[in-house]
């Protein structure tokens, strides 16, 4: 059935490469999928992720023909669960952008908003997910690669404490910031599939009492300058938790400067770029050099990122080292604020704008004025990708103009678990009667 859907589905251009037949899936193990918390589910995984035995090119024309022969910790945690993949799905050229733009073919759509992005850079997975082509898939995140297409596809996007599933394997421009992150349409698929990422023993049952009422804050920096459709949604969602005992509240954050975030959200991948793809690189016999995989980017977007560094005019150590100190910083203050709160979670929107169209420029209009398009829809989802600390998005409805919005929650670096709880406790009551 599902390979029906994709097919009828092909002009989504969610895969860069179909799957094997499942009986040949890359480590298929009988017994697993018999047996596996992911009993045989189909698995969507970004291209940047490897397979062994299946091309993970990152969307670049230099890693067209890259075949890994080992597959990544992630996917090998997945397989063993009884995963089998549905495809390797498409993403921003290098995971470096928001828009779902690669070298090797069109963008993936938007299932849930034909004509606007899907966003990025996990959009095919976000797509595939959206679409029904797969009851959930792999993406990687550094400043809100998972967590922005989930919320312009309108489905849950969830990116773990840093550290938190393993690395080895996926193609990274930032080994300080990203990580794999997971995309599903519902918090308990994301539950499971991050117990077996994390390789933690399943739960029994699907019991999702609260101890206690659900504190969480909204800071007011989250909340400045967005769009006016988006802003109702999430306040309206909001007030739904509310009205069933969460306590929110809303604070200033005096200490919270929007440039030093987005510039340490920026410049921390920007200085590491080189070294981690080659770290990447010297682990596959016969992949290009770093140098060479940067000089064939195929998209403008990516080359005015990496021509710098080929020039080595790129983020110096001094400022780099500042970003991480920023880093460190951000991390205090929203502990602070929790602490003082005594909450669990930090709420807001998760993008800025809903999913623009597809044929939308560098610049995009906001209620201060014209912006980076990049800019604004990594705001919100960088200040987790900062501090390292896990964040979900979970869709609060739908415009006036009938796009998805998402409704972010931070937690405390390390707090997965609970934040995963609070979301499913969100995700359920907010989706009632949407057919979610």
């Not at 009988?30 to 589910?41: I, K």
């Amino acid at each position: 059935m599902l390979a029906d859907r994709a097919r009828r589905e092909a002009a989504l251009n969610a895969y860069i490469c179909e799957a094997p037949p499942i009986a040949a899936a890359p480590g298929h193990d009988p017994a697993a999928v018999r047996q596996g918390p992911l009993a045989g589910a189909l698995l969507a995984v970004k291209d940047n992720i490897d397979v062994a035995g299946v091309a993970t090119t990152a969307g670049t024309p230099s890693l067209a023909g890259n075949v890994p022969r080992v597959s990544s910790g992630a996917w090998m945690h997945c397989a063993r669960a009884g995963a089998c993949l549905a495809g390797k799905a498409a993403l921003h050229e290098l995971a470096y952008g928001v828009t779902g733009h690669h070298a090797l073919g069109p963008p993936a759509g938007n299932p849930a908003a034909p004509g606007h992005l899907a966003g990025g850079s996990s959009s095919g997975t976000a797509a595939a997910v959206a679409a029904l082509l797969a009851p959930a898939g792999l993406g990687t995140d550094t400043g809100g690669s998972v967590r922005i297409p989930a919320a312009l596809c309108g489905i849950v996007g969830f990116r773990p404490t840093r550290s938190r599933y393993p690395a080895d394997g996926v193609v990274r421009i930032c080994t300080t910031r990203d990580t794999v992150g997971v995309l599903a349409r519902d918090v308990q698929d994301v539950r499971i599939l991050d117990r077996v990422l994390a390789d933690l023993p399943p739960r029994p049952g699907t019991d999702l009492a609260l101890a206690t009422a659900p504190r969480a804050v909204l800071p007011a920096p989250l909340w400045e300058d967005l769009d006016p459709e988006v802003e109702e949604v999430c306040r309206l969602a909001c007030e739904r938790l509310r009205a069933v005992g969460w306590q929110l509240s809303t604070h200033a954050v005096p200490e919270f400067s929007w440039p030093e975030v987005l510039e340490s959200a920026v410049l921390v991948p920007a200085y590491e770029t080189r070294t981690s793809l080659s770290a990447y690189l010297v682990r596959h016999p016969g992949a290009p050099a770093a140098d060479d995989v940067l000089r064939a980017v195929a998209g403008q977007d990516v080359r005015s990122h990496v021509a710098a560094l080929l020039m080595g005019e790129g983020p110096g150590r001094p400022a780099y080292t500042q970003a991480l100190r920023h880093a460190v910083s951000l991390t205090q203050v929203l502990g602070q604020l929790l602490d003082r709160e005594q909450a669990q979670v930090l709420l807001a929107p998760a993008t800025v704008l809903p999913a623009p169209r597809q044929d939308v420029g560098v610049r995009v209009a906001r209620p201060s004025g014209d912006a980076s398009l990049f800019h604004t829809l990594i705001r919100n989802t960088a200040v987790s990708a900062v501090t390292g600390s896990p964040s979900i998005t979970v869709p609060a409805g739908r415009t006036a103009s009938d796009l998805p919005v998402g409704l972010l929650m931070d937690g405390r670096p390390g707090a997965d678990t609970t934040l995963l709880a609070l979301a499913d406790h969100a995700f359920r009551l907010l989706t009632q009667g949407a057919g979610a």
